[in-house]
């Protein structure tokens, strides 16, 4: 009984003494080193100190988060007045002395100068026509164009002549719906607010000139009720919010797949050991590398696979460029995100790591203009120009809706040497970690 009892002591095992992750410290940590030793006094005398660490950084961190995405799209209508629109104005005026009076000479397409200054945002008034104008908002010069056609003078007059029919009166705003969803939406809403109070303003002033001729006259009520009638030129439209949504939510799944990917194939790769410690192996590294790079890949694969197919199980989803163009691309994206996460995993300690990887992630989910445009949150959060998501974001609009096809190049470019720099240094720091891993192997055996 006492044999049976030892034997069954003896198969206990303490957890509190097991490390789940014993190579959770970067491979370049030294237990012997000076200064981990003086830490280790100190962890001695103040045994609370690394918890006190914790208990410090973890608020302000959790802090950052909040402000970051908190703070990114609180109140974006107080900044509004960024926002860039332009009157593209085609309207030949009136310039036949019969018909027009003292309004001879006039173009009331030049009304909308006043809808300047008015906490909303900027307007300019150019010359031209409808193409003028769709060019302007395809290219993302303005967020709506607003396009006067020729005949705009004339077919108010005709409203102030006529007191018994209504003569159409049609200006057109152009707008890409699919390049901002919630800023378009704000725009809208805006343009509802101050076009009443124009109407009103040029309903006021023109009923006052035909005063001074001696004849005062009044627009038809039709008109005065109605007024201006505006159609909706939405040159890339969004049918399902849903989808737009996944314009930007996808890339966040992506990169938390690409940061799992990165701790399962660091800390938990079998193969890893299978050519490092083995005494004849040869171009051990280089096989490691490459297992791990294979399965890395057929990982990051198969999550872009299904954050691709999601969107297709809810319903209807619109693909200027196809599925396959789709499923590429959020694989593309995904070769940067492991990029970055990787070489991460390699220069900090796991809880440090986890805690930058995911900052650096809620910091680029709210500057990648996804949940609203850069043009309405504060200055700080234009730095989502200088990171990946913002490029990515801004492409899949395009492959999606056909939305911002001048823009594809930068895109392209700019997530490739991301990807190709992250890339090359997380595997630079893979070969050393092997090497020294390869080293302390040999070194152990070599007797």
């Known amino acids: 009984m006492a044999q049976e009892g030892t034997s069954v002591q003896s198969e206990m095992i303490s957890y509190d003494k097991v490390d789940p992750l014993p190579t959770?410290?970067?491979?370049?940590?030294?237990?012997?080193?000076?200064?981990?030793?003086?830490?280790?006094?100190?962890?001695?005398k103040f045994p609370w100190i690394h918890m006190g660490i914790f208990i410090?950084?973890?608020p302000i961190l959790s802090f950052l988060m909040g402000l970051f995405y908190i703070g990114g799209i609180w109140n974006p209508v107080k900044k509004m007045d960024n926002l860039n629109y332009?009157?593209?104005?085609?309207?030949?005026?009136?310039?036949?002395?019969?018909?027009?009076?003292?309004?001879t000479g006039q173009n009331l397409g030049n009304s909308y100068e006043k809808l300047n200054g008015q906490g909303y945002g900027k307007f300019e008034i150019i010359n031209g026509t409808i193409n003028d104008a769709r060019d302007l908002v395809r290219e993302h010069k303005y967020w709506m164009a607003l396009h006067v056609p020729k005949n705009f003078t004339f077919g108010i007059l005709a409203n102030l002549n006529n007191n018994r029919m209504k003569t159409e009166v049609v200006v057109y705003r152009v707008y890409d719906e699919a390049r901002s969803f919630t800023?378009?939406?704000?725009?809208?809403?805006?343009?509802?607010?101050?076009?009443?109070?124009?109407?009103?303003?040029?309903?006021?002033k023109l009923q006052s000139l035909s005063k001074l001729t001696g004849e005062p006259k009044t627009f038809n009520p039709p008109f005065i009720i109605e007024g201006i009638t505006y159609i909706d030129d939405n040159l890339y439209p969004v049918e399902i919010y849903g989808q737009y949504?996944?314009?930007?939510?996808?890339?966040?799944?992506?990169?938390?797949?690409?940061?799992?990917?990165?701790?399962?194939?660091?800390?938990?790769?079998?193969?890893?050991?299978?050519?490092i410690e083995k005494k004849d192996a040869t171009h051990a590294i280089v096989k490691t590398i490459c297992a791990k790079t294979v399965a890395t890949v057929s990982l990051l694969f198969v999550i872009?696979?299904?954050?691709?197919?999601?969107?297709?199980?809810?319903?209807?989803?619109?693909?200027?460029?196809?599925f396959a163009s789709v499923l590429f691309f959020f694989f593309f994206f995904s070769l940067c995100g492991i990029g970055v996460n990787n070489l991460l995993v390699?220069?900090?300690?796991?809880?440090?790591?986890?805690l930058v990887a995911c900052t650096f992630m809620i910091l680029q989910l709210i500057s990648c203009g996804g949940v609203i445009h850069r043009d309405l949150q504060y200055s700080f959060f234009k730095i989502g120009k200088a990171l990946p998501m913002f490029y990515a974001t801004r492409e899949i609009k395009y492959i999606y809706f056909g939305s911002g096809k001048h823009t594809q190049a930068a895109n392209i470019l700019i997530i490739l040497?991301?990807?190709?720099?992250?890339?090359?240094?997380?595997?630079?720091?893979?070969?050393?970690e092997l090497k020294v891993k390869r080293a302390k192997y040999l070194k152990r055996n070599s007797k």
């Open 245 to 275: 949504f996944c314009t930007f939510v996808s890339f966040i799944l992506i990169w938390i797949g690409t940061i799992a990917t990165a701790l399962i194939t660091h800390f938990v790769f079998p193969l890893e050991g299978h050519w």
């Open 56 to 58: 410090f950084i973890i």
């Open 346 to 354: 390699h220069l900090f300690h796991f809880i440090n790591f986890y």
């Open 86 to 103: 332009v009157v593209v104005n085609e309207d030949v005026g009136c310039n036949i002395q019969e018909l027009c009076g003292l309004m």
């Open 183 to 204: 800023t378009v939406t704000f725009v809208k809403k805006a343009f509802e607010k101050f076009q009443a109070g124009l109407h009103e303003q040029l309903i006021t």
């Open 304 to 322: 872009c696979l299904i954050i691709s197919i999601i969107p297709l199980c809810c319903g209807t989803v619109t693909m200027k460029k196809g």
């Open 417 to 432: 040497a991301w990807t190709v720099v992250f890339l090359c240094a997380s595997y630079y720091m893979y070969y050393l």
């Open 24 to 44: 959770e410290n970067p491979f370049y940590f030294n237990e012997d080193s000076k200064i981990n030793q003086i830490v280790k006094e100190q962890e001695k």
